[in-house]
């Protein structure tokens, strides 16, 4: 991750049977990049995978990171609704997901409330992006990889 400059903070760690990670934390205030599960500690957390040293996830709750639609951590749900052309329905969580065949984007929603009859998300903002790859899983973030 030479782009990112070097890390605040590094942890490897496994999540139960999954491939084992090394987590690379940015934004982290003195914590670690995640703890031994691999729930992430910092603003910013790059999980390489541990036997291949490849990129298997990207978590953020960094605003400065957008998506190719100008979506951001911050966001009002309703403004990303309208750039995503998509309504946040609230399951396991409150996302939107979009595939490719090497990865998929997760945005997911923090805040507001929940309509009963139709799970739509009004209010609340975008609280953390994670960019994830098709072929590598660390198993770190439920309801995301799933």
């Known amino acids: ?83 995503l052309h998509k309504l946040v329905r609230v399951g396991c969580g409150a996302i939107l997901r979009f595939e490719t065949k090497t990865g998929f984007l997760v945005e997911w929603f923090d805040g507001g409330r929940t309509s009963k009859t139709s799970l739509h998300l009004t209010g609340g903002r975008v609280g953390f992006i994670v960019v994830h790859s098709q072929r590598l899983n660390p198993g770190v973030l439920d309801c995301v990889d799933s």
Request: charged share 25%.
């Open 1 to 83: 991750m030479s782009f990112a400059g070097k890390p605040e903070s590094e942890r490897r760690g496994r999540y139960v049977t999954y491939s084992p990670f090394d987590a690379l934390g940015y934004g982290c205030n003195g914590r670690p990049a995640a703890n031994r599960d691999g729930e992430p500690g910092c603003k910013t957390v790059f999980y390489l995978d541990g036997k291949t040293d490849k990129l298997a996830l990207l978590y953020t709750a960094d605003a400065r990171y957008v998506d190719a639609h100008g979506v951001h951590v911050g966001m009002p749900t309703a403004q990303a609704e309208r750039r």
